[in-house]
C-alpha cells in the first residue's frame, strides 16, 4: 500500500535489527486519513468474506480495526490484555508472548460479543512472531466462530510470525512487508504491491 510505504520511510524509526518504531501515525500519534485509507484497502480485500465482526487486540489494533469495521459495516472488538472488573464472566482467554514487551499477557474477550456463527476478521498493527495473531485465532475457535482472514498492517517478513500463521491455512493479507530492518534501514519485501 503506498501511502503506508512512503509513510513508513518518511517516519519509521529503526530501533534495531528487529524493532521498528512508528509512534508518530500507528503506536501512540494516530494518522486518522491513513487509518481510514488502511480500513478502505483491508473491505477491499475481505470484503467478499462475510464478515460478521472484526478483532484485535487492545490498544494499537484499535485504530485500524475500528477503521477497517466501519467500512465492513461491523462492530469492533478488541480483546483485552488486563483484567477488568467489569468484565469477569463469561471470558474467552488466551495467552500471548509479547515480542516487544517480553512478557506473557492473558487476552480476553467476553463471550458475549463473539458468538458462534460469526465470521471474523482479524487485525493487529504488527506481524512479528505470531503470537498475537494466534492468540486471537485460539480466542475465535473457543467461541465456535470462524477465522475469515487476517489483516496485518506491517508484517515483519525476517520473523517467523508469517510463516506460522499461513501454515494455519487463514488467509493473511499485510498491507506492507518488511524484508529487513538490517543497518537502520528499512527494505521492503521485492515484488510485494507498493
Ligand atoms: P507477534 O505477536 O507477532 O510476535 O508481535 C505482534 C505484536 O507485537 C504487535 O501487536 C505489536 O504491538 C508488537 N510488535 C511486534 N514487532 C513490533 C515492531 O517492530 N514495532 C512495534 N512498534 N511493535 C511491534
Do not use: C, W
Amino acid at each position: 500500500m503506498k501511502l503506508l510505504h512512503k509513510k513508513i520511510e518518511q517516519e519509521g524509526k529503526v530501533l534495531s535489527d528487529t524493532v521498528l518504531k512508528v509512534d508518530s501515525f500507528l503506536n501512540h500519534q494516530v494518522d486518522p486519513q491513513l487509518m481510514k485509507a488502511i480500513g478502505e484497502e483491508f473491505a477491499a480485500r475481505f470484503r467478499q468474506e462475510g464478515i460478521t465482526k472484526v478483532l484485535t487486540i487492545e490498544s494499537s489494533g484499535i485504530a485500524p480495526g475500528v477503521m477497517a469495521a466501519m467500512e465492513l459495516g461491523t462492530p469492533l472488538i478488541f480483546a483485552r490484555k488486563k483484567k477488568s472488573l467489569t468484565l469477569s464472566e463469561g471470558l474467552l482467554t488466551a495467552e500471548v508472548y509479547s515480542f516487544t514487551k517480553q512478557e506473557t499477557n492473558t487476552i480476553s474477550v467476553s463471550t458475549q460479543y463473539l458468538k458462534e456463527g460469526d465470521r471474523v476478521l482479524l487485525i493487529d498493527d504488527f506481524l512479528a512472531n505470531g503470537q498475537a495473531a494466534l492468540g486471537l485465532i485460539e480466542l475465535v475457535k473457543q467461541a465456535g466462530a470462524h477465522v475469515a482472514g487476517i489483516g496485518i498492517v506491517i508484517e515483519k517478513s525476517f520473523q517467523e510470525g508469517g510463516k506460522l500463521v499461513r501454515e494455519t491455512g487463514y488467509r493473511v493479507e499485510s498491507l506492507a512487508e518488511i524484508e529487513s530492518l538490517n543497518d537502520g534501514q528499512v527494505t521492503f519485501k521485492k515484488g510485494a504491491e507498493v
